[in-house]
C-alpha cells in the first residue's frame, strides 16, 4: 500500500531531499515494512541499471515519454500512440528520381571527364577558361529534399528525440561540407574534384534524409 | 532524477502485482533447408549463433505482458513480440539456428550479435550495436546511433552506420563502408573491392591491394590512413583540396605543389596493376608501408 513518503523515495535516494524531510523519511521508513522493502528494491534496480551498458527504455515507456520531451510539442497524455503513416505524393517521388537522374548523370559526367586515373598528365585546377563547370543548380533536388525535411519534420514526434538531434547533427555536418565545397567552386568552379565532392555530399543528405524520412514512415 | 523515477514507477509496479520470475519463452521450431529468420524486435538484445541441426531454439527473455510470437511461414521462421495489454516491452533473443539459414533482424533499440552463419545476413538498428562475427554471405548492417563491427567475415559486406564508428577486420570479399560522423577502420582485410566514406571520421585500412583490384577511399574532413605491404602493384590517384599527403613508400611525381586544391596526381607502385583512390578535402592522406597507424608521430 503506498503511503505520503512513497512518492519521495526516489528523491530520497538522489539525496534531493531537505534535511527535515530526509530525517521526517527516515523516521517513516523505521516502521513502515513497505516502504523499506520498495526502497531496498529500488536500490537493488538502480545499482544493476547503474551496472549495465546504455539500453533504451522500453516501447511502452518511451513511446508516452518522448512527446513530453520534444520541447516543441505539446504536452501529450500518456496513452499508446496509433502510427501515423507518411506517405510522398506522386509528384514528390518524381521530383527525388528526378533528383537521382541527374544525380547519376553527374556521376557519369565525372566518370568520363577525370573520375579515374588516366595516362595523361594530371589537370591543372582552373587554368582553361574554356573548361565548363558542372551545373550544380537543381530544382528537382532542391524539391526533393526540401519535401524529405518537411516530411522529417512533420514526423519528428515519431522518432526518440535523441535519434532527431543525430540526424539532424550529421545532416548538419554533410550541409557544412557541401558549403565548404560551394564556397571552393566559387573561387575554382571548374575544379572537376570539387566538383565531384560536392556531388557526393548531395547524394549522400539526399540518402540520409531518404534513411530518416523512411523511421518516419516507419513510426 | 528522471531515470530513478522511471525506475520507481516500475518498481512500485511489480511491487503491487504478484511476485513472479521473469517470463521466458523457450521454443525449438524444426524448419527447412532454404528458409529464413525474420526478427522483429522493437528495443533488447538478439543474439543468433549457430548449431548442426534444422531447427531454430528460441529464448526469449521479457515482461509478463510481452507475448513473443514464432511463426513458421512459406519462405521461413518469423519472430517478433506484442503487448497483451499495450505496447510491447523489451525482449532479449538467444536464438541458435542452422548455419545455412539467411537471417533478418530489425529493431529500433536493438542490440545485435550474429555469429557464425554462412549465409546472408541483414541487421538494421536505429540505435544498437550491430556485432557480426565469422559469417560467410551478403551481410548486410546498416544504424543510424549504433556501432558496427564485422569480425572474420567472408562473402560480399555493406554497412552504414550514421553516427558511429565502423569496424571491419579480418575479412575478405567486397567491402563497402559509410558513415557521416563516424570513421572506419579496417584491418586484415584480403579484398579486391574496398570502397569506404565518411564526412567528419577517419579512415584507416590495413591490408592487401590485389592485383587489378579497386579501392576507394573518400572523406571531407577526415584523414586517410593506409597501411599496405610494400610489394603491392598499385596505380593511387591521389586528390586533396587543402589537406596533406605523406607516404614512405617508394612513390614517385607526389609533391606538395602538386596536390594542392583538388589536382588529381597519379603515381605508381610496382606494376600499377590495381586501382586506389584516395580523396580528402581538408583531411591528412598517410600511405604507410605495412602498418596504417604508427603509435609515435611519422
Known sequence: MEDLWTGRLSEYLDDELSSDDRRGLESHLAGCDACRETLAELRGVVSRAGALPARPPAADLWRGIAPRLDRRGSVTAFTPQVHRRFSFTLPQLVAAGLALMVMSGGGVWVLNNGGRATSLPPLAANTDPNVVPAAIADPHYDEAIADLEQALQAGRSQLDPGTIKVLEANLAAIDAAIEQSRQALATDPANVYLNSHLADARQRKLALLRRAAALVNRG | ?298
Open chain 2, 1 to 298: 532524477m528522471v531515470l530513478t523515477g522511471i525506475v520507481l514507477a516500475l518498481t512500485l509496479a511489480q511491487s503491487s502485482a504478484p511476485r513472479q520470475e521473469a517470463p521466458k519463452t523457450d521454443e525449438t521450431v524444426p524448419v527447412q533447408r532454404g528458409s529464413r529468420l525474420s526478427i522483429n524486435n522493437f528495443a533488447g538484445e538478439v543474439v543468433v549463433h549457430t548449431w548442426d541441426r534444422d531447427s531454430v531454439h528460441v529464448v526469449a527473455r521479457h515482461q509478463s505482458r510481452t507475448r513473443v510470437s514464432i511463426r513458421p511461414g512459406p519462405s521461413g521462421l518469423s519472430i517478433s513480440a506484442s503487448g497483451i495489454m499495450g505496447p510491447q516491452g523489451s525482449v532479449d533473443y538467444d536464438i541458435t539456428a542452422p548455419s545455412w539459414m539467411a537471417v533478418r533482424i530489425e529493431g529500433t533499440y536493438n542490440f545485435v550479435t550474429i555469429d557464425g552463419m554462412q549465409a546472408e545476413v541483414f541487421a538494421s538498428t536505429v540505435r544498437g550495436d550491430v556485432i557480426i562475427k565469422g559469417v560467410t554471405g551478403l551481410i548486410t548492417a546498416k544504424s543510424i546511433e549504433g556501432e558496427i563491427d564485422v569480425d572474420g567475415a567472408r562473402g560480399k559486406i555493406n554497412v552504414s552506420s550514421t553516427n558511429e564508428k565502423i569496424k571491419i577486420s579480418d575479412a575478405s570479399g567486397d567491402i563497402t563502408a559509410e558513415s557521416v560522423n563516424g570513421g572506419i577502420t579496417m584491418t586484415g582485410i584480403d579484398s579486391t573491392s574496398v570502397e569506404a566514406s565518411t564526412v567528419n571520421g577517419d579512415i584507416v585500412y590495413e591490408g592487401k591491394v590485389a592485383n587489378g583490384g579497386h579501392y576507394s577511399f573518400g572523406t571531407h574532413n577526415g584523414n586517410l590512413s593506409l597501411g599496405i605491404p610494400e610489394n603491392t602493384n598499385a596505380t593511387f590517384t591521389i586528390r586533396t583540396y587543402q589537406g596533406s599527403f605523406s607516404t614512405d613508400l617508394p612513390l614517385e611525381g607526389v609533391t606538395r605543389a602538386d596536390l594542392h586544391r583538388g589536382r588529381r596526381v597519379t603515381t605508381t607502385l610496382g606494376s600499377g596493376s590495381a586501382d586506389v583512390n584516395l580523396e580528402t578535402f581538408g583531411g591528412a592522406i598517410r600511405l604507410r608501408r605495412g602498418t596504417a597507424i604508427r603509435p609515435h608521430g611519422r
